[in-house]
Structures are given as structure tokens and as C-alpha cells.
């Protein structure tokens, strides 16, 4: 074989060989331990950019070998699973430096560091994963690597939110089992491929697909926070905020949201998605979804809970993109499974550094925080902004693209949507952003933590600045090739024209 | 070749046995360990050869059937040879460190672990009723001993209360036997699948085989038939728990198995073989719920046991009157259950020995703050649970697979429940542990740290069961070669 069929074997085994290492290490072996990790980010950066650039020139990526009697085990790289490795390996390297700095000191971190390894592994499995069967397994190894993130801290609070988890998690993983079971009962082994499968789908098992779409969704909805099956994610902010970074803006809810993408586009193909009428009840959903995750955000008063919400809600705007069944929204959907990821581990890191530095955890407690940590408030106000929709933003290439997008299909409710959205987002994010720069602070902060001459730890200094930077850089620089609305469109146009 | 090859696997055993009933644990110890390389080099050569050339009937001695003892070395055969010389490899390892050499009546153990392994090799080989039975006798008597050697009243209780069900479940099986004879005229399965070709299906011989089964069934605690197991597989030596919970409850099924599938499609009904899958299932419910509930780990490892054996009984229903592809999906299936089930199953009984060592007591609850001080056999603990609870890329879930193509490809769609149900009870108890381990203990380290040796054993047996999914389809080909026929 070549080297280009082992290339998503490497980039998978990164992670993989980092996290025995890590686990093999000795607890008090902390340099070596953050080498070997940011060593392993870096390798598989370097990697995936190879990757992406393959991909763009039509090179072929992939090796495949029977697992079971009648199943593929299959890795392959093609544009979309490109998007979310390059997304995961960024975000991992970014997270990975956070998290050093976040857990100074405290115990457990060799267990800490080799689950998050695994997780990311996890996470590029599923990004390369070939067909619906070796998706499956790596969405369940996600699921088992994040338990231990999620229960981290060892309090009675904690080892109720995992609880949670496990069992919205496997529960939908079990349904989404049946879901693919049962696929492969009907069709057999069905690889990823831009255009689907179904285009001239047998009537006689129409009923059937039908069926299947809905337990497949129903499985994946659940890592995507689909109303109404979101309750775990606002339970899961009790993890540390490296965890809750990585679960919202990487790997958990995105490999759910990008498993729907998978089955939408890949498997079903949108065209018999839209003839089967599985499209347009999915787009209400996600409208829905959308709406609801940011009408509760708004009555949240502990910082981190708002941004759960806000993830529920922006999260669906994937799911909505790709369901208007029309190129160019599909392209703002698939956009934002980038930028949210950017915006919202921005937000993320930034509520972790308030809490680490000053003990702020409630929203109230912000007030006139940005003059004291300047630098993580600026990056703070730059996410918001992007989630509002602040042209030229992140988040506003989203929303004009699917904006445009869904008139474009003669959708026009999904306008009053959007407007409705961002009105919210407004209504929930302008506030903590006033506190933070127009209140006059409190007598003393709840908790503050002196950490040389930054304004907080270098480690946690300068990765929310530097997706403050990315959240801009992608918004004002969307017509460049390379940029994520580039690769979102070569994405749709492979889709629209297999 | 075949011959030394025979011999070893059937004989060397027995040699053993008495070599070290002649000496004291210790010595015991040694000579074992040799033991176990030539058992594990004959093993592997005769799956090698099976793998290369297929299976084949095999007259011991050179005399064929119906005189001599006619034995049946096919894939499926030759690959629980294989199995049983992992696994009790490991368990002999495991026990050589962790068994106390000073108590008198541990140098027992030695002797009973080699005619334990005789048995079961007899019993994966024997191709007629009444040599399985010899092979049954030798494997219950010898386990009974082995959980008598807990030394405690409540050891000899439970040992007792297991020998009165082994016995039980022999004396059934032994009617059924003459049953058979007396309608047939031969011992041989082969022979009365032959006879069956021949003329028409006798009247009443389905009893002889309900009989057979049933006993069988007993002896591997189905549900309701189970309650002799958690006592046993809970109160001995965490080694002896192992190689019970792996192997011992394997052999009875695996006569079941092989006698439903080769005597059930004519003597069978769908009647039958939608109870023996309901008791099944049952058991799969009952025991994952039972072990929500205990408050002691290995009990609760046990009932684990009860539930993963309620997977295999699907295999009755599933391959009675239904086509040639799902009956192999449900052969298959089962045959990774059985495998992923004794590696994960071993690996959790030794590891939770090691835990239990580690933290002084049994309970559930002491597990707090081992995820800090404790991670390797927490961790081969964590990893055999992700067998057990069908996740992938485990032997476990490969086989739940397998076992679901089979139910949706003939459209019994209620084990699909069953199966989709246990998965999620499994990750109840399962979870139960991890989390009694996550939460936060003691700031210090006040736990014993067992010896290295004794910690990679599960560890080892657990990857085995991770990584057999993986590998699922080459050691499913090996059982898919043809039976030469030799013999007749």
C-alpha cells in the first residue's frame, strides 16, 4: 500500500500513541507529558494540512479492510471529513496548551491529558471514518474517552452531570445502532459518497428508509443537542473548561452534527433526503431548536450555563443549513461547523480565565472585569460579537450565506429565523458584554489568583486571543481560497454535482 | 503429527494433574508453568494446522467409532482449544502470585487447574454423547473443588450448593443420553445426524434431546436455572472465579450449542427454541438488574455473567428454521460472544481480585478515590467493562452485531430489544464501578500496590477482548472451513 492509503491512519495515531504514552508516563513526569502532547498536536497539525491540501488537488486517502463478515472497516479523507479533522487538529493544539496552564498543579493529570488525547483521536475517527460502521465506532469511543473529562473534578456534582451523559449518550448511541443494523440489513455496506445512494432508492423500501432516517438522526441528535434531546449539555458544564471548550466547539456536539451532515449528504444524498420529505421536518427542527436554545439561554446566571444554551442554538444552525435543500445554504451550514467551533471555544477559554483568575462563575459577578483582564475580555467581546452576527464576523458570513441561501430556495420564514436568532443572541450577550466594560467593579473579585505580569497565566493568555484573531481573520478574509466558506462551498459543489 | 498433537492436548493434563499432586504449591507452581508452555505450543499448532487445512474426525488411538473415542477437531474446536490455553494460562499465572502458598489445602489448586483443563479440552473436541459426558463430570467435579479451596464455611457452602446442580444438571443430561442410545444405537452425533438422513423422524426423541439441554442449561445458570452461580463465582479465589465465569459455564453450552445445531433443525420446534431464547433474554434483564444491585464488586461481576450467558441461548432461536445466511450470522455471533465474553470476563475477575486486594475490602464503595492511586487495574477493569457492554471495536460488540443481523435478516425484531436493552443495563453496572472509583477519595495513597505481574495479566486479556473486534472477521474464517469427512 502507499502512503497516501496510511496517511488517515497516521494522522488517527497521533493522538492514539500520545494518549499510551501519556497514560504510561508517571504522574510527576509534567514536562515530558506536556512535550509528548503538544509534540503529538503539532505532528498531526502538520498532517492533516498535507491532508487538506491533497484533498484540494484530488489525491485519494483511504484504506478499507473487512472487520466482520459483510463489513468494511474504512478511513478515508475526502472534503468534509477535511473540514472537521483540520477543525479538530487547530482546536486541539489550541486546547491542549489551555488546558496545561488550566490544571497547574492539580491531580489526576495523567488521566486527564490521555482521555482528552483519546478524545481527539476520537474525534479524527470520526472525521475520517469511511462509511456509517466505522463512524459508529469511533462516536462510541467518544463517548467513553469524554465520561472520565466529564467527571473529572470527582465531586458529587460531577459524578452527577457524567451520569447524565452516559446515559443520553448511549441511549442514543444505541438507537443510532439499530439505525445502521438495520441500514445494512437493507442495503448492505454503504460507503460515504457525495450524491448519497438513494437518488433512485427502490420504492419498495422507501417505508423503511424512512424509518431509518429518523432513528439515525433521532442516535445523532442526541450528541447535537436536537431539541428535545440537548438536556445533558447544560449538566455538562460542571467539567473543567478545557472539557467544556472541547466538548462544544470539537468534539462532542459537532461529531453529532456532523454525523447528521454525513447522513443528510452522503448517505441518503439531499436530493432523496427532500423526496422522502425527511428535509423539511429536520428544518423545522433545527429552526426550532435554534429559537428555544436561545430563548433559555437568556434567563441563565451562571456564565458557563448561558453558553450551553447558546451552543444548543447555534449548533442547529448546521442542521438547518444542510436541510433547506439548496447549495448555498448548505454552504452556510456547513460554514459554521467551523465557526462556531471558533467563536465558541473563544468564549469558552475566556469564561475559564475569569474563573481561574478572579473565581467569576455568575454573570453578575463580570461587572467591570475587562478593564482587570483586558486581553481575555477583548477576545470575550470579539466572540460575542461573532455570535451576533456583527458584520465582518464569523458569524456573519453564516448567517448572510444562509440567509441568502434559503431565499434563494424560496424559504423566506428561515429569514425571520435568523433575524429572530440574532436579536436573541444580542438580548443574551450584550448584556455580560456592558458589565464587563461599563459597571464599575465590585470592592474585590470572588477568588483572585496573582500570576506573574499577564493579566492571568500565559497558558491561558493566549489561546482565547488567538481565536479572538481567527474568529476575524475567517469572517474578513471568507473570500480567500482556503478560507472555511472557500472549502464549504467546494464541499456543496461536490455534493450538488457528484 | 495428529497424533502427538492429540495426545498433548488430551493427555499432558491428566500427567499433570498427578505430577503435581505429588508436590507442594510451590513446586506445583513450577512444574505448571511448564505445563502451560507445552499446552499453549500443542494449541497453537493444532489451530495453525486446522487454520491451513481444515478440519477433520479423528479416531484416538486408531480406533474409529463406534469403538474408540471419536473425536471432532474443526474450527470451532480447535479455536476454544486456543481460548482455554490463553485464558487459563493467564489465570494460572495471575493465581501462582496471588494464591497464598502457606494455607495446606492451596496445594489442591494445582492438580484440580490441570483436570479442569483436561476436561474442557475433552469436551471441545469429543464428538460423541457419552465422552462429553466424561468431560462434563471431570470439569464440574474439578471446578467444585476449585471453590471449595476458598477455605471459608460460605466457600464450602457455595461449593456444595454447586455440586448438588452439577450433579443435577449430569443426571438429566445422562437420561437423555440413554434416551438417544435407546432410540438410536449409537453415541455418536454424527452417527444419529447419519441415522436421521436415513428414516423418519422417530416420535418422543424430542424429549431425549429437551432432557439433554435442559441438564446442559443448568449447569450454565440460565435464568431461571442460575442461582447457584453468584454464591460460587463470587465467594472463590478471584483466579478461580475467572477461569468458572470464562470457561467452565462455556463447556455445558457448548454441548447445547453444538447438539441444538446439529439435532435441532429435526428434533426441535419453534415452540422450544422461543422458550430457550425468552429464558434468555430473561436472563439477560434479570442478571444485568441484579447486578445493579450489589453491593459487593465480584457479585456483582458475577451476575454479569449470568446476563452475558443469556446472549448466547438467542443462538436456539435464531437458527431454527431460518435461512442459511442468518443462521451463520447467529453461528458466528455467538462464537464471538463466547470468545469476548471469556477473555472480558477473565480480565474482570482477575482485575477486580487485584482491586479488592488493593483496597482491603469487597465492597463496591471502597473503590473510592482508586482512580488516583490505582489507574492500571481500574483501567484493565474499564476495559473489559467495554467488552461486556457491547461497544465498539470489541469482541462484545462484534458479536452483538452479528447476533442483530440476525434477528432483523429473519424479522424476530423483539431480540433486537433484548439485545439493544442489555447493552444499556450493562452500561448500569458497569458505570456503577467506574463511578464509585471517580469520585474523590483520600488525599494520600493509603492502598496496597499489587505486584506487576499481577496487574498485567487482566490488562493483557482485556485489550484481547478490545481488539477482537477488530479482528473479528479472520478468526470468524477459521470456523468456516470445511469438516473433512473422515469417519464413518
Known amino acids: ?498 | 503429527m495428529t497424533l502427538y498433537l492429540m495426545a498433548g492436548l488430551l493427555f499432558t493434563p491428566l500427567a499433570w494433574a498427578v505430577l503435581t499432586l505429588l508436590v507442594g504449591f510451590t513446586r506445583g507452581r513450577l512444574i505448571t508453568w511448564a505445563g502451560i508452555l507445552v499446552q499453549v505450543l500443542v494449541s497453537l499448532t493444532l489451530w495453525l494446522a486446522v487454520s491451513r487445512d481444515g478440519g477433520f474426525y479423528y479416531g484416538l488411538g486408531g480406533w474409529d467409532a463406534p469403538l474408540g473415542i471419536e473425536l471432532r477437531v474443526d474450527g470451532l474446536a480447535v479455536t476454544f482449544v486456543l481460548l482455554t490455553a490463553v485464558v487459563a494460562s493467564a489465570c494460572a499465572i495471575h493465581a501462582g502470585v496471588y494464591i497464598d502458598p502457606d494455607k495446606p489445602w492451596h496445594r489442591y489448586f494445582w492438580p484440580l487447574f490441570w483436570f479442569l483443563w483436561s476436561g474442557l479440552n475433552a469436551v471441545w473436541l469429543g464428538g460423541d454423547l457419552f465422552n462429553l459426558y466424561v468431560g462434563l463430570e471431570l470439569i464440574s467435579l474439578a471446578a467444585v473443588g476449585l471453590v471449595a479451596l476458598g477455605g471459608s464455611v460460605a466457600a464450602l457452602r457455595a461449593s456444595i450448593r454447586y455440586l448438588l446442580a452439577a450433579l443435577l444438571g449430569s443426571l438429566a443430561y445422562l437420561l437423555g443420553v440413554a434416551l438417544m442410545y435407546g432410540q438410536f444405537g449409537t453415541l455418536s452425533i454424527a452417527g444419529v445426524v447419519f441415522w436421521l438422513d436415513q428414516h423418519p423422524v422417530p416420535a418422543g426423541s424430542g424429549l431425549a434431546l429437551a432432557l439433554m439441554i435442559a441438564g446442559l442449561a443448568l449447569k450454565t445458570a440460565l435464568f431461571p436455572l442460575h442461582r447457584w452461580l453468584p454464591p460460587a463465582h463470587g465467594i472463590a479465589r478471584s483466579p478461580v472465579s475467572a477461569l468458572l465465569s470464562a470457561l467452565v459455564i462455556k463447556a455445558s453450552f457448548y454441548i447445547a450449542a453444538r447438539l441444538w445445531l446439529e439435532l435441532g433443525e429435526p428434533l426441535g420446534s419453534l415452540a422450544a427454541a422461543q422458550l430457550v431464547g425468552l429464558m434468555g433474554s430473561a436472563a439477560v434483564v434479570w442478571g444485568s438488574w441484579l447486578a445493579c444491585r450489589q453491593p459487593e464488586l465480584k457479585q456483582v461481576v458475577a451476575y454479569s455473567s449470568v446476563a452475558q450467558i443469556g446472549y448466547l441461548f438467542l443462538l436456539f432461536p435464531l437458527t431454527y428454521s431460518v435461512s442459511e445466511s442468518v443462521a451463520l450470522q447467529a453461528r458466528q455471533g455467538m462464537t464471538l460472544q463466547v470468545i469476548s465474553h471469556a477473555l472480558a470476563k477473565a480480565a474482570m475477575f482477575l482485575a477486580a481480585g487485584n482491586l479488592i486486594l488493593s483496597t482491603g475490602s469487597s465492597r463496591v464503595n471502597a473503590l473510592t478515590g482508586v482512580s488516583r492511586f490505582l489507574p492500571f487495574s481500574l483501567f484493565s477493569f474499564g476495559l473489559a467493562g467495554v467488552s461486556l457492554m457491547g461497544l465498539p471495536p470489541s469482541g462484545g460488540f462484534a458479536a452483538k452485531w452479528l447476533l442483530l443481523q440476525a434477528s432483523l435478516g429473519s424479522a424476530q425484531w423483539w431480540w433486537v430489544l433484548v439485545l439493544l436493552a442489555g447493552g444499556l443495563l450493562s452500561a448500569v453496572y458497569v458505570f456503577r464501578i467506574y463511578r464509585a472509583s471517580f469520585l474523590d477519595g483520600p488525599e494520600t495513597d493509603q492502598f496496597y500496590h499489587p505486584p506487576r505481574s499481577l496487574e498485567l495479566v487482566p490488562m493483557v486479556l482485556a485489550l484481547m477482548a478490545l481488539g477482537l473486534g477488530l479482528v473479528a472477521d479472520p478468526v470468524l474464517s477459521v470456523m468456516a472451513l470445511p469438516l473433512e469427512d473422515g469417519s464413518r
Request: proline share 5%.
Open chain 1, 1 to 498: 500500500m502507499t502512503l497516501n492509503a496510511w496517511m488517515p491512519v497516521f494522522a488517527l495515531m497521533t493522538s492514539l500513541i500520545a494518549a499510551v504514552v501519556i497514560f504510561a508516563l508517571p504522574e510527576k513526569g509534567y514536562r515530558l507529558r506536556t512535550t509528548v502532547n503538544l509534540g503529538a498536536a503539532l505532528l498531526k497539525l502538520g498532517l492533516v494540512a498535507v491532508m487538506v491540501w491533497g484533498v484540494f488537488r484530488g489525491v485519494d486517502y483511504g484504506l478499507s479492510y473487512t472487520m466482520l463478515p459483510g463489513v468494511t472497516f474504512m478511513l478515508k479523507a475526502d472534503a468534509l471529513s477535511m473540514m472537521f479533522a483540520g477543525l479538530s487538529a487547530v482546536l486541539w493544539l489550541l486546547t491542549t496548551i489551555y488546558a496545561v496552564g488550566y490544571l497547574e498543579n492539580s491531580p489526576n493529570r495523567a488521566r486527564f491529558f490521555g482521555f482528552f488525547s483519546l478524545c481527539v483521536a476520537s474525534t479524527m475517527g470520526v472525521a475520517l471514518a469511511g462509511n456509517l460502521f466505522t463512524f459508529f465506532l469511533f462516536y462510541e469511543m467518544l463517548t467513553l474517552s469524554t465520561y472520565p473529562l466529564v467527571v473529572h473534578r470527582g465531586t458529587e456534582k460531577a459524578l452527577q452531570a457524567g451520569r447524565t451523559y452516559i446515559i443520553y449518550t448511549l441511549t442514543g448511541g444505541a438507537v443510532l445502532l439499530l439505525g445502521i443494523a438495520w441500514l445494512h440489513g437493507v442495503v448492505g455496506d454503504l460507503p460515504f459518497r457525495p450524491g448519497g445512494h438513494f437518488g433512485d432508492a427502490d420504492p419498495d423500501i422507501q417505508q423503511s428508509l424512512i424509518l431509518i432516517f429518523i432513528l439515525l438522526v433521532a442516535g445523532l441528535g442526541v450528541k447535537a443537542a436536537l431539541f428535545p434531546l440537548h438536556g445533558w449539555l447544560p449538566q455538562a458544564m460542571v467539567a473543567p473548561a478545557p472539557v467544556s471548550a472541547l466538548l462544544h466547539a470539537v468534539a462532542v456536539v459537532k461529531a453529532g452534527a456532523f454525523g447528521i451532515v454525513r447522513v443528510v449528504h452522503d448517505i441518503y444524498g439531499v436530493e432523496a433526503s427532500s423526496a422522502l420529505g425527511l428535509l423539511e421536518p429536520l428544518a423545522w427542527l433545527a429552526a426550532f431548536t435554534i429559537l428555544y436554545g436561545s430563548v433559555r439561554a437568556l434567563s441563565q446566571g451562571d456564565l458557563k450555563r448561558r453558553l450551553a444554551f447558546s451552543t444548543i442554538s447555534q449548533v442547529s444552525y448546521i442542521i438547518l443549513g444542510i436541510s433547506l435543500f439548496g447549495p448555498v445554504a448548505a454552504a452556510g451550514g456547513l460554514v459554521h461547523l467551523l465557526h462556531q467551533g471558533i467563536m465558541k471555544i473563544t468564549l469558552f477559554f475566556c469564561a475559564g480565565n475569569y474563573a481561574e483568575t478572579l473565581g467569576i462563575h455568575r454573570i453578575e459577578e463580570l461587572d467591570g472585569a475587562g478593564p482587570r483582564m483586558p486581553g481575555t475580555s477583548v477576545a470575550f467581546t470579539i466572540g460575542a460579537f461573532g455570535m451576533i452576527g456583527v458584520p465582518p464576523l464569523a458569524g456573519f458570513i453564516t448567517k448572510w450565506t444562509m440567509g441568502s441561501g434559503a431565499l434563494a430556495v424560496d424559504m423566506g420564514w428561515v429569514i425571520a429565523v435568523l433575524v429572530a436568532s440574532s436579536l436573541l443572541n444580542a438580548a443574551y450577550f450584550l448584556p455580560v458584554v456592558h458589565r464587563l466594560w461599563f459597571r464599575e467593579p465590585a470592592d474585590r473579585w470572588p477568588r483572585e489568583c496573582r500570576w506573574g505580569k499577564l493579566e492571568t497565566s500565559a497558558w491561558l493568555f493566549w489561546p482565547p486571543l488567538l481565536t479572538a484573531v481567527m474568529t476575524v481573520m475567517v469572517g474578513v478574509l471568507a473570500a480567500l481560497t482556503f478560507s472555511p466558506l472557500f472549502w464549504a462551498e467546494l464541499i456543496v459543489l461536490r455534493e450538488y454535482s457528484p
